[in-house]
């Protein structure tokens, strides 16, 4: 990154690597495709479109680039799911719905590099055969919107969207797709629903796993707005070396969100596992608050568990088995998974000792009990039953077996529904009241255990 400057406030720290957000906050960069074609950009679609499409598919599932979305599956791998024997239109949806709380990456792409996003959703839809692409934005994202359809245009004007792209005889049409801002349209089978003009109920998979049976039930890739960027860049620099930035099976960069109790929170690009849950608090942020102790961080976003600070994790089996502080933890997908949690869409949340735990886990309840779409009896019932515990827990109306009970509401959701918004928004729950039971217990009264027996006590005890 020698030779480019970024705004005041915005440079990159030193442990950053910046592949797809080199051009975010730059000085002198702009959204537009002159800008853009100055410095190379469309080039690697002009490769690409001279290769066996086969081997694009072969070369990212080569890199090793894994979803950035929330799931982290190979991106390769779920592009080789459509049957070889398919005679029905492909489609290609970008889900830049970005409704996951803690998560603030990609509209940063969408504002202000369009044209890379493009790109590798050009490239995507000639490796997998797509003539027709869907970005589908969050009603949120108004701005976003206008920016990337007047890129979309540009890039049509150019010859790099259209009929016959740049001569290759391949023709491709990307439309954005305005969502009305839910969080369950971050589900692909949802956004499939959305996009066709319905309620966003997800899809039972088997059998409609969207490569087979998706969009209009035909093949369908979805895939996020950071994953589709580094294919362009994989293509740039090819598999091998793309492969050698991250670890083994983590490879590559991904952008952190970082929000709560630090001195610096922001956006930070890094490679993945080759920083510490450590240093990117202490270093890349700045550190906690001046006077304040960190309590515990939730590393994938709200719907990701938490872990606490003094905790000990245990990682690798047999002689390969060490031992871990919070501090310690690489920023990849597999440790943070071995520790319990998920490196899930990047939202890196730090809780300092200035929050109630209580308020910490009611404010995310919340949250879930607004947006689940309902069509599961456990999620649209469990999700709205735990944010009324958690209400009067943090209202000083509770009952120590209220703890018992939110916690079994959570169980009962866990595993018992159509999406993974039941996991979603049971994880957090269970996670808080097992690792902070006693502090949950703290904040509710003994004396009214088995005081609330009917309706009427109930209401009052809550509030209502």
């Not at 906690?288 to 990701?304: C, N, T, Y």
């Amino acid at each position: 990154m020698s030779g480019i400057s970024y705004k005041s406030g915005r440079v990159p720290h030193a442990k950053e690597h910046r592949v797809v957000f080199r051009n975010i906050d730059r000085v002198g960069w702009d959204s537009s495709i002159a800008t853009y074609l100055g410095e190379g950009g469309y080039e690697q679609l002009k490769k690409a479109l001279a290769l066996p499409k086969q081997e694009i598919i072969d070369e990212v599932k080569k890199a090793g680039l894994r979803g950035r979305g929330g799931a982290g599956f190979p991106c390769g791998v779920k592009w080789g799911f459509i049957p070889p024997t398919n005679t029905k239109p492909v489609y290609l949806i970008c889900n830049a719905d970005e409704s996951e709380p803690g998560t603030f990456k990609d509209r940063y792409i969408l504002h202000q590099d369009p044209h890379q996003l493009i790109e590798g959703m050009a490239i995507a839809c000639f490796a997998v055969g797509a003539n027709l692409s869907y970005i589908y934005i969050r009603e949120e994202f108004p701005e976003a919107a206008k920016i990337v359809e007047k890129a979309i245009a540009e890039a049509h004007e150019k010859g790099f969207l259209g009929k016959n792209i740049q001569g290759s005889g391949f023709d491709l049409e990307i439309y954005v797709h305005r969502g009305a801002g839910a969080y369950i349209c971050g589900e692909e089978t949802g956004l499939i629903e959305s996009l066709e003009g319905k309620r966003p109920y997800p899809r039972i998979k088997p059998p409609y796993f969207p490569a087979a049976m998706g969009l209009y039930l035909c093949p369908t890739i979805v895939n996020n707005v950071e994953t589709l960027c580094h294919v362009k860049h994989i293509l740039e620099i090819g598999a091998d070396a793309w492969a050698k930035t991250g670890t083994p099976n983590n490879t590559g960069t991904r952008i952190l969100c970082v929000s709560g109790d630090v001195q610096k929170p922001g956006y930070y690009e890094v490679e993945v596992g080759k920083v510490t849950m450590g240093e990117v608090i202490n270093e890349m942020c700045g550190g906690l608050k001046p006077g304040r102790e960190l309590k515990a961080v939730i590393p994938g976003g709200s719907s990701a568990k938490v872990l606490r600070a003094d905790e000990v994790f245990t990682v690798g089996r047999g002689d390969d088995a060490r031992q871990l502080t919070i501090w310690d933890i690489p920023m990849d997908f597999d440790t943070l998974a071995a520790c319990g949690s998920m490196a899930g869409s990047g939202g890196v949340i730090v809780i300092d000792d200035s929050r109630s735990i209580s308020w910490v886990l009611n404010n995310i309840n919340n949250f879930y009990a607004h947006e689940s779409c309902g069509q599961c009896t456990p999620c649209r019932e469990g999700s709205l039953w735990m944010k009324k515990i958690t209400d009067r827990v943090v209202a000083g109306k509770a009952s120590p077996s209220d703890i018992d009970t939110l916690y079994g509401v959570a169980k009962n959701i866990d595993g018992r529904t159509i999406c993974a918004f039941g996991e979603a928004c049971s994880w957090p729950t269970e996670s808080f009241v097992e690792k902070f039971r006693d502090e949950l217990v703290s904040d509710t009264r003994p004396e009214l255990e088995g005081a609330i027996v009917n309706a009427e006590t109930l209401t009052a005890a809550a509030g209502l």
